[in-house]
C-alpha cells in the first residue's frame, strides 16, 4: 500500500525518535515507554469521562472464539481483514516433513489446522454472547478495552495490523442505544478538544468488502449507522479516524440472543476510542516528545 | 485435557464471583475489572523491583513477524503450541464460496493463507531482531510485558490460551546474562514472598515436542537452563509455575545477528513474571475479593 510522503515523514521521524520500532511486517510495531505513558493516559482520561454513570467493565485477550466469529458477520463483510489462528496437530513423522518445508524455504502451513480461536477484530465483539438472555430493566453499559488485529500491512503509522481500542457498549432499547452512542460522540469530540486534537463529526462506512460491500457502505451512510470522529493530520491525507460511534441496530442481539427486560430484542451500540491511534494524532501534532507536550494536554493526561 | 477437582473447584468460584468470564473457548477469558487491578498492581510492582538499575523499556503487541517467528526456533521444538495466522486473500467467487461453506457447517479456511505475522509466542522474542549489531558496553537490559498465545485448551484457570507475561532481559557476555536471571530469581522469589505466596526456585524443562523434544528437555534440565518458582496451589496438583527464568545461551544472539562490544556471540536471558498465573494464584490464596486480601499484599499491589 503506498503512503503520502507527509505519513512516510511521519514514521521516520517516529522512528528516528525511537518511539516507534519497526519489524519485518508493516504495522507490527514495538512502542516505546513514552508512547506506552500517553496510552495509559488516555485510558485514564477515558475512563474518567464515563465515571458520572454507572458502567461495568470486563477486559478480554486478543483472541476470541471461533464460534463466536463465525456467528458474528465479519466473514461476509471483511474477510481481506480477518486473522484466523492455526496450529499443528500432527505426529513426529509430520512434524518432520514441516521442519523440511521451513528448511528449504517453502510453505511449512498447509499441514496446519484452524484452531479454536480468531484474532479479535474489534474490541467489542467478545462481549455480546457473555450478555445472552435477558437485559436488566435499564439495559447495561459496559466499557471494554484490549487488542484488536486487522491484517491491513502498511507503512502508514496509522494503520497498524495490531492496535488497542477502548470502547463504551449499549445494550439496551433502539432509542437508548442511539442515544448512548450519540452522547459519546459529544464527549469523545470533548475529550479529544481537551487534548489539543480538533475533530469533526461525519458519517462513515466500513470497508465492507466486494460488489455487495458497496451496497453495504452506501445503506450505512444512508442511515448514518456510522459515524467517526476524524482529524487532519496533514495536508496530503484525508482526515484520520480517532474514534468511531457505530450502532449495530439488532444485528448482535439477534446473533446473541440478547432481549430487553420488556421481552423485545435488544440494540447495541458502541463508541469507541483508538487509543494507538489518538496517540499517534498527537505526536503529530505536539512533537515525538510527550514531555515537551502543553501543559494543558499533560494535565489532562496525567493528572 | 482432564482437571482435577480442585482446579475444576477454583474456576467455579472465579466464575461464580464473575472474576473470570468463561467463552466458548477452554483458557479464553473475559477479566473482571478486580483481576485487572491485581494485574495492574503487579505491573508498578515488578517495575519498582528493577528501578534500582538502569533499564530500557519497550512493549510489543500480539503478534510478531512470521519472519521472526520462523528463525526463532519454536517451531522445531512447539510445534503444537503455536498460533499462525491466516487471513483472506481471494476474489468475490472465492469469498462466495467460503461463506457456503461456513453456512453448510462445512471447513471454511481452507483457502486461506498465511499472513505476514504469527501470535506471540512469548514476550521477549519480539525483541531479539531489534538488538541486532554489537551491544555497547555492558551490555543491554530490557524489560518487556505483553500477551503471549499457547494452544494448550484446557479447563484448568492456571492454563490459558492467552495469558500475559512481564520479563526482565539480558543481553551481554555469558557469565553477566547468567548473573542477570541467577538475580532475579532472588528478586522474583522475594516479591513473590511479600504478597504471601511461597515459592521454590526448581529445575524445569519446556514442553519440547516428541522423542527428539525429550532429549532436548533432559539436556536443559542436566545444564540448568531454566529454572521456574514455582507455588503449591491445592493438594491435589503439582506445583504452578509462577516464574521462568531462561538462559538461552548464544540462541538468539547467533539468529539474530547479536555481539558484545568484545565482538564476541552475546548471550541472552530472561526472568518473566506470569501476570495472569500470579493474579490466579493470589486469588486462589486470599479469595475471590481483592478488596478482602490482607492488608499487607493489598499496600504491597497499590501502594
Known amino acids: ?53 454507572p458502567v461495568e467493565s470486563v477486559r478480554f485477550p486478543p483472541v476470541l472464539p471461533r464460534t463466536v466469529f463465525e456467528a458474528s458477520g465479519y466473514l461476509e463483510s471483511f474477510p481481506d481483514l480477518i486473522g484466523s489462528v492455526h496450529t499443528f496437530a500432527g505426529d513426529e513423522a509430520s512434524h518432520a516433513a514441516l521442519l523440511a518445508a521451513v528448511e528449504s524455504g517453502e510453505s511449512w502451513t498447509d499441514g496446519l489446522v484452524p484452531a479454536d480461536v480468531m484474532l479479535c477484530p474489534a474490541v467489542c465483539h467478545p462481549l455480546y454472547p457473555t450478555c445472552a438472555g435477558t437485559l436488566p430493566a435499564g439495559g447495561r ?18 494503520r497498524m495490523q495490531a492496535f488497542r481500542q477502548h470502547d463504551y457498549v449499549a445494550l439496551d432499547g433502539p432509542d437508548e442505544a442511539r442515544r448512548h452512542r450519540d452522547d459519546w460522540i459529544q464527549r469523545g469530540a470533548s ?6 486534537l480538533e475533530v469533526e463529526a461525519v458519517a462513515a462506512n466500513d470497508p ?49 440472543g440478547i432481549a430487553t427486560a420488556d421481552g423485545e430484542v435488544a440494540h ?11 496517540t499517534l494524532a498527537l505526536l503529530a501534532r505536539h512533537g515525538p516528545d510527550p514531555d515537551r507536550w502543553p501543559a494543558a494536554v499533560r494535565s489532562a493526561l496525567w493528572p
Open 191 to 196: 475529550l479529544l478538544g481537551r487534548l489539543g
Open 1 to 53: 500500500m503506498t503512503v503520502s510522503p507527509a505519513r512516510a515523514r511521519l514514521r521516520a521521524t517516529l522512528v528516528d525518535a525511537r518511539v516507534l520500532v519497526p519489524t519485518d511486517a508493516p504495522g507490527v510495531y514495538g512502542r516505546s515507554a513514552g508512547f506506552e505513558s500517553v496510552v495509559e493516559g488516555l485510558e485514564g482520561l477515558v475512563l474518567r469521562a464515563g465515571a458520572d454513570r
Open 268 to 278: 447495541t451500540s458502541c463508541f469507541g476510542f483508538g487509543l494507538d491511534r489518538i
Open 141 to 158: 453499559r459496559v466499557e471494554v478495552s484490549g487488542w484488536c488485529f486487522r491484517h491491513e500491512p502498511s507503512e502508514d503509522p496509522f
Open 208 to 256: 465492507f468488502f466486494g460488489r455487495a460491500g458497496r451496497l453495504l457502505a452506501a445503506s450505512q451512510r444512508t442511515q448514518e449507522l456510522k459515524l467517526e470522529l476524524v482529524a487532519r493530520i496533514d495536508d496530503d491525507d484525508p482526515p484520520v479516524a480517532l474514534c468511531s460511534a457505530n450502532s449495530h441496530l439488532d444485528h448482535f442481539a439477534l446473533t446473541f
